[in-house]
């Protein structure tokens, strides 16, 4: 069965609905929170953070932002610290003194 277009403005097409079949509403799936890695976070052993880059050692290998540690990616190389993401989205910051490490957090994408 054909339904006549409308036009102009705010127009809207709408579509006859079939005999016998109704709408219903299915209710949302809980949404799993990210969880943190259990693998252990690296140790950040040196940061050279210049004018024209920023790298770090961590584990004692060079790293710059956007590299793979492990499953994780280095996102941000700070005077004292090196921010991680982990594949949940979470983000932790490791120090350079110690394994101090900072809650995990979330933020969206860049």
Known sequence: MATPR????????????SPGV????????????????KTPVPA???I???PDRRLAVLDGAIVGVG????LRV???????????????GHLIRVSIRGRQVEEPRHLPDP
């Not at 109704?22 to 890695?37: E, G, M």
């Open 22 to 37: 109704t709408a219903t509403h299915v209710p949302s799936r809980p949404v799993a929170l990210p969880v943190p890695l």
């Open 74 to 88: 280095v996102v941000q190389i700070e005077p004292e610290a090196v921010i991680l993401r982990e594949p949940s």
């Open 48 to 50: 050279l953070v210049s």
């Open 6 to 17: 409308q036009q102009g403005a705010g127009a809207v097409n709408r579509v006859p609905a």
């Open 67 to 70: 590299d793979a540690v492990g």
């Open 44 to 46: 950040v052993n040196s």
